[in-house]
């Protein structure tokens, strides 16, 4: 009977599991993880701080769904060491777990701003459900915040502030929110999104520091420029830091996250990866990449779990993501790698309605949607199909966009 071993029960994770079970129905399943509850939505945790969901709806896995299963799950349990030699993983309460085949899915913890008091009282990260509770309850009883983190978990804390009422200011290092991806056409339609829910980017800014009340509570940012933003509360999205401590003896490779190749597999045997925690060689793109949605987790676990069953690389990671927001009167998707290549296209249809697409060595390798998201599966068709198209960037710009119009790609 073989024995896996899955450390993190987010949803990359929690794939992997349900995978293996259908795969090997025999095999032996633990799921480690240092949350104490198990699978929830972390996409809809958004709406539970904006005051727009009870707890409950947000669950997806309960305790008996492990049972059912008969994967073995144990919450608020810290993983401090892997010995791969030896296959065990060690946790903080001295057990060890042996293991033939193990998978890390241990994402990451927000970055903490490198400024003075940036952990006071009142600052706020939002990753897991407990940081959810925490920013809903700040925000219930507040009149102004600050955001800092011009990218799309930053703007997570802006519908926040719309949906409480909450008088924001959003401070940006840049002259516009997602700078890599987003032109000033497409940025400004962001900005008014914002600007319409109370509030304010604020541009070529940023935070130097926090002041802080006697108690020690957040009461204001200051900027680079000098500038003051007084506030009940501030919400910080700069990033993430992976969590990979326990691997710091380990002969597990790790360039800004884990390496691992189309199959999931890392540079040691037997041991996998999933999720954002990875730098996954992706297939399309055919380089090493990165993405957090979630959608691209799951499936990450998905294929993690074949492979692991398979005892072979049965079937590699092939996946175009997309990460939308509808915080807003109208709608916004990215997808693929939007903040790469070596050209791109794009045009402003009205005051709510943009387009861009990102192309390296002439195929689609990612795009921004703002108001009209009908052309996503024709992009992401293209993107799958590795068609050469940037020479009919007209075409792809249409407001209607038809693929029978596109010149066949010739043979290289």
Not at 220 to 232: K, L
Request: glycine letters at 10%; aromatic letters at 8%.
């Amino acid at each position: 009977m073989t024995e896996y071993v899955i450390i993190g029960d987010g949803i990359s994770g929690s794939s992997a599991a349900e995978t293996l079970r259908e795969e090997d129905p025999e095999g032996s399943i633990t799921v480690i993880t240092d949350e104490g509850e198990p699978l929830y939505n972390r996409i809809l945790i958004k709406e539970h701080a904006k005051g727009k969901l009870p707890e409950a709806p947000i669950s997806i896995h309960e305790e008996e769904w492990y049972d059912e299963r008969d994967i073995d799950l144990s919450l608020d349990t810290h993983v401090t060491r892997i010995d791969t030699d030896e296959k065990v993983v060690h946790t903080h309460e001295g057990e060890d777990i042996g293991y033939d085949k193990l998978l890390i899915a241990t994402g990451g913890t927000p970055t903490q701003l490198p400024v003075p008091n940036s952990d006071a009282d009142g600052i706020h990260h939002f990753w897991t459900f407990q940081d959810a509770r925490k920013i809903r309850e700040a925000a219930e009883g507040s009149d102004r915040a600050v955001i800092v983190g011009a990218g799309l978990l930053g703007i997570d804390f802006a519908a926040v502030c719309g949906a409480q009422d909450i008088e924001g200011k959003y401070l940006m290092r840049g002259d516009r929110w997602w700078r890599y991806a987003l032109s000033a056409d497409g940025a400004e339609i962001m900005h008014e999104g914002m600007r319409s829910k109370g509030v304010e980017p604020v541009f070529e800014s940023g935070v130097d520091e926090f002041e802080v009340d006697d108690d020690g509570h957040v009461t204001a940012a200051v900027d680079p420029n000098g500038d003051r933003y007084e506030c009940d509360w501030a919400g910080v999205a700069i990033g993430l830091t992976f969590n990979t401590e326990f691997l710091r003896d380990s002969d597990v490779e790790q360039n800004n996250g884990i390496v691992v190749d189309e199959y999931m597999q890392t540079s040691v045997e037997d041991v996998y990866a999933a999720g954002d925690i990875t730098r996954f060689y992706d297939v399309l793109l055919g380089e090493q990449a990165q993405n957090g949605s979630w959608g691209s987790a799951k499936e990450q676990g998905r294929v993690a779990g074949v492979n692991m069953a398979a005892d072979d690389e049965a079937e590699p990671f092939e996946w175009v993501s997309s990460y939308s927001i509808t915080h807003f009167d109208f709608p916004f998707l990215s997808f693929g790698h939007p903040t790469l290549g070596d050209d791109h296209a794009e045009r402003k249809y009205s005051d709510t309605e943009w387009r861009r697409i990102a192309f390296k060595d002439g195929k689609i390798v990612g795009g921004v949607l703002i108001g009209d998201l009908s052309p996503q599966s024709k992009f992401k068709q293209l993107m799958r199909e590795g068609r050469v198209v940037a020479d009919q960037k007209e075409v792809l710009l249409e407001k209607s966009v038809d693929l029978d119009e596109l010149a066949p790609t010739q043979e290289q």
